[in-house]
């Protein structure tokens, strides 16, 4: 599992980066969406399983990025990692097409749960082979040679 975690708080993203480390889950951090927009672009948006987003971010706020990127039609499962714990809050994100929601601070083991919990419910497609032809079923795309 690779996690793509995207807060403006260095202590709120060295918290995370500990709960992930601790469990042997591979992640980057980066503090604002425009950062995190870069990074998906490089890897296609197939080199992260997850994103943990916080909602107040400097530029383009944490909502109006899974907007964005739900209106592009990317599928990475996004978990809102928040301070804010009003029910409004929680129904809004969801309805925006967050796949969870967790409010700071948090125990590391609940985190790791709800990651888990959001990939089994999420799951990525496994690559194909057959003789010299990679087959990618979710970008339904075929290669050959170069």
């Known amino acids: 599992m690779k996690v793509l975690i995207i807060d403006d708080n ?10 992930l480390e601790e469990a042997g889950i591979l992640y980057e951090a980066v503090d604002r969406a425009s950062d995190a927009r870069q990074l998906l672009k490089a890897t296609e948006g197939y080199g992260f399983d997850v994103m943990l987003l916080d909602v107040e971010l400097p530029g383009t706020q944490g909502p109006e990025f899974l907007s964005e990127l739900r209106a592009e039609g990317h599928p990475i499962p996004v978990i809102f990692v928040t301070a804010r714990e009003s029910v409004e ?3 809004q994100s969801l309805n925006l097409g967050a796949d969870d929601y967790i ?4 125990e590391f083991a609940e985190l790791v749960a709800r990651l888990r919990a959001v990939l089994r419910r ?3 497609g496994v690559p194909v082979q057959v003789a010299d032809l990679p ?6 795309r075929v290669d050959r040679g170069e």
């Open 103 to 106: 409010v700071k601070p948090f």
């Open 10 to 19: 260095p202590a709120s993203r060295r918290y995370t980066g500990m709960a």
């Open 135 to 140: 087959i990618d079923a979710e970008l339904r």
């Open 122 to 124: 999420c799951p990525r």
């Open 89 to 91: 809050d929680r129904v």
